[in-house]
T-cell receptor
Framework: QQQVKQSPQSLIVQKGGISIINCAYENTAFDYFPWYQQFPGKGPALLIAIRPDVSEKKEGRFTISFNKSAKQFSLHIMDSQPGDSATYFCAARTSGTYKYIFGTGTRLKVLA | KAGVTQTPRYLIKTRGQQVTLSCSPISGHRSVSWYQQTPGQGLQFLFEYFSETQRNKGNFPGRFSGRQFSNSRSEMNVSTLELGDSALYLC???????????FGSGTRLTVV
């Protein structure tokens, strides 16, 4: 079944803390796993992405951890800032296509 | 560098009418995809076009259609609008398989 399950639905973190968002999938025909950040009134913006042959990717304060055997991947936001308050979506791309399945989103609020 | 441009930003239509939304991708991007975003269903894939050909299609009724022009600009059309079509319609373009999407800010369609 082509589905990506994302949790939690909402998350409140103190400034300077670590925000962790998890996603799980079932379809093994996914070949690219991006994370998007969306602010109100804007379209989603690509944050960071990983391919299944890599277990971890880090860009600044953002890290993706990927567990191929468990079919899970997660986004870690280190030293979370109020400016990180947004909705985050994980996604998975069907191999050989530009078709993405998106998670349901996590609304992150970072308290100052 | 200009981003993905969607017009109009807001639209109010009456049930039963039809609507056309426009998208201009980033220069050089030949793949254009459309998504519907609603609070209940999240981001759902509508279709993807590459070099004027529809390559992928989501699970939406035939009332939803699209096309791409030779300059990569794309339009999507929804006929016989229903109240449930009220949503944010997002266009995204991509350069190649190695990159994720760049989304536009969307067209907010309200059907009354």
């Amino acid at each position: 079944q082509q589905q990506v399950k994302q949790s939690p639905q909402s998350l409140i973190v103190q400034k300077g803390g670590i925000s962790i968002i998890n996603c799980a999938y079932e379809n093994t025909a996914f070949d690219y796993f991006p994370w998007y950040q969306q602010f109100p009134g804007k379209g989603p913006a690509l944050l960071i992405a990983i391919r299944p042959d890599v277990s971890e990717k880090k860009e600044g304060r953002f890290t993706i951890s990927f567990n191929k055997s468990a079919k899970q991947f997660s986004l870690h936001i280190m030293d979370s800032q109020p400016g990180d308050s947004a909705t985050y979506f994980c996604a998975a791309r069907t191999s050989g296509t530009y078709k993405y399945i998106f998670g349901t989103g996590t609304r992150l609020k970072v308290l100052a | 560098k200009a981003g993905v441009t969607q017009t109009p930003r807001y639209l109010i239509k009456t049930r039963g009418q039809q609507v056309t939304l426009s998208c201009s991708p980033i220069s050089g991007h030949r793949s254009v995809s459309w998504y519907q975003q609603t609070p209940g269903q999240g981001l759902q894939f509508l279709f993807e076009y590459f070099s004027e050909t529809q390559r992928n299609k989501g699970n939406f009724p035939g009332r939803f259609s699209g096309r791409q022009f030779s300059n990569s600009r794309s339009e999507m059309n929804v006929s016989t609008l229903e109240l449930g079509d009220s949503a944010l319609y997002l266009c995204a373009s991509s350069l190649t398989d190695d990159y994720g999407y760049t989304f536009g800010s969307g067209t907010r369609l309200t059907v009354v």
